[in-house]
């Protein structure tokens, strides 16, 4: 049944209340989930062997991924490792609208010359993931 103001009235007089914004909200937060797709996460494990080299490709990267709506989640900074082996690399993780657009990112023409500038000066480990939908 489509979501439409008759609807909503039957709805409405079926539940008072609390309960109708509770099973609207629900309602709401389905029909989110379907039309728009979950967020990605691109997890970077990078092994830096020449800062210098690598800051040039850390200031080329930005606008490549804006390009594709993408945003840092994180970039580096303080890192503790509280079970397993110790983390040395360098992390990295970048939020997109969907898996596909993080696997347009890393195949275009846009990001390829930034990671030109990557190489000799890192090697890494680049995982896409689905982001938990909360549901």
């Known amino acids: 049944m489509p979501l439409t103001n008759d609807f909503l009235e039957k709805l409405q007089a079926t539940c008072r209340g609390d309960s109708f914004n509770f099973i609207l909200a629900g309602i709401l937060d389905w029909m989110t989930c379907i039309i728009s797709p979950m967020p990605a996460y691109l997890i970077a494990r990078v092994d830096v062997t020449d800062w210098n080299r690598y800051r040039e490709y850390t200031k080329a990267t930005p606008a490549a991924i804006e390009h594709f ?56 480990q680049f995982i896409v993931i689905d982001g938990y939908p909360g549901i």
């Open 69 to 124: 709506d993408g945003r840092f989640i994180v970039r580096g900074g303080e890192m503790v490792t509280l079970e397993g082996p110790e983390e040395t690399r360098r992390l990295v993780i970048i939020e997109f609208p969907s898996l596909e657009r993080a696997k347009e990112f890393y195949h275009s023409k846009e990001y390829s010359r930034a990671k030109k500038l990557r190489e000799g000066a890192a090697t890494g």
